[in-house]
């Protein structure tokens, strides 16, 4: 790999200084409106079949290529995708769609309620035993179609963030003859269709003309081109090689003259998980004493040249009223109270530990770098373990074969989503995190009708995660994209997802 990125380097140094650092494309040139756009892609995508990715950079991309039945909304919410409407029933067990007339997979095929039951016995594993959704496996009752353009979605038991789970995201609707070709020749019903993908070099979209939602996209071709490392990145982007990434904070000023400076707050979670089943992270007082030790507005200058908003639990405050605020100052750097946290445990030597992390972004290793010197205070020895991002996601996030990890969980549209994880029983519990008060109050969330009440409960619940100290909550950070100022259109969501539907040729 590393040999690769000094290729990436020389290759765009060479590039920039063919272009005289002019960053002008052929069709600024020419005075013609530039339609293909090229968005720089960190590190590929885990799978093309939507019910089998985990990646959130699987999802920036693909949500351009697949709809579920509503589709995430930039305000946060939901609005109707491959389902024209939606009611439910007053007891909460019983959701009514209407499929959209007319709609169409990129192949041509009308998306049929065949389809949607295929999509959802995919995902709960009704045919199979296998579901490839855990979660909704366990919520979803059946499926079923009265009619060829009505699906009905019972449910086992009532579950208030139900709807949020039906983007693309969770619940990506497929076409029932590609089913062979879903992780090779992804088909949706997207505004742009899968043209090809060749690992660690590209991932290519065209428009669909045939997209239910007159007018768009604008943009005829989508290159995701693959480029790890940030600084050939930036110089990808001053050449006119890209024309979209984001871009490090500290790099804002070089360029915002020559491109749309678009910041971005992230919803997301940047933390330092432990695995919670492995001495000596299963005992609280050692979490907490590594708490009480990490300085997170050092990790937050390091790591994103300050532009970060302190986190205390495991939401960010993009979720509005959900946000626990009270919980950011519950730890603050005490190296006494760590210590003593220590001995008490029966580590007043400290210990020895490691702290795996991705090479796909080099702010894992720049907070991990910071952490390792604090641990030092109290007598914890850490070194750093970087590891291919596939690689990562097999070890750490599948296998949990790990001490401490560090990375960024992105926002969810569902309070309940962001926080589901830290459940004793929920599969993607990859901290091995275990805490009877907090499954009960997630458990009373799910059946409490009040929405003030389970705003209450929520708040509750990061109030116990920062108690328990599962991780390390350390902020969420700003992204800074840099755009073409040939383009315009750019809109924020509150999840990983570059909506390039929008994206349109400026005037």
Known sequence: MRK?????????????????????????????????????????????????????????????????????????????????????????LTYTFKLRPGIKFHNGDPVTVQDVEYSFDRL?????????????????????????????????????????????VDAAILDKKNDAKQNTHPIGTGPFKFVEYKPENKLVLEKFDDYWKKGVPYLNKVTFSYQPDDDAAFMSLKSGNLDLTSVPAHKVDEIKNAFNIIPQ?????????????????????????????????DIIDAAFSGHGSKLGSHMSPAMGKYFDKSTVGDYQPNVKKAKQLLKAAGYSNGFSMTITVSSHSPVYSEAAQVIVEELKQIGIHAKINVIEWAKWLDDVYKQKDYEATIIDFTGKLSPFDTLSQYRSNDPENMMNFSDEKFDTLMSQILNESSEDKRVALYKQAQEELSQQA????????????????????????PIYYLDLAHIKPAK
Not at 137 to 165: C, H, M, R
Not at 275 to 296: E, T
Request: charged share 20%; hydrophobic share 40%.
């Open 124 to 168: 709960t594993g009704k045919s199979t035993g296998q579901p490839l959704s855990s979660s909704l496996a366990a919520i979803i009752k059946s499926v079923t179609a009265p009619d060829d353009q009505t699906i009905v979605i019972k449910l086992k038991k009532p579950y208030s963030p139900f709807l949020t789970e039906l983007t693309a």
């Open 265 to 297: 707050n992230s919803n997301a979670v940047f933390l330092m998980g432990f695995n919670n089943a492995k001495k000596p992270f299963n005992d609280v007082r050692v979490r907490q004493a590594i708490n009480d030790v990490v300085n997170k507005q």
């Open 4 to 92: 690769y990125v000094y290729m990436l380097l020389a290759i765009a140094a060479m590039t920039f200084l063919m272009a005289g650092c002019s960053g002008h494309s052929e069709s600024q040139q020419s005075g013609k409106p530039k339609k293909d756009i090229t968005v720089r892609m960190m590190a590929d995508p885990d799978f093309l079949d939507p019910h089998k990715a985990t990646a959130s950079l699987t999802f920036q991309m693909m949500l351009n290529v697949f709809e579920g039945l509503v589709n995430p909304a930039p305000n946060g919410g939901i609005e109707p995708g491959v389902a024209k409407s939606y009611k439910m029933s007053e007891d909460g």
């Open 470 to 493: 599962p991780a390390v909550f350390i902020c969420d950070y700003q992204t800074e994209w840099a755009l073409n100022k040939q383009f315009t259109g750019f809109t924020k969501y």
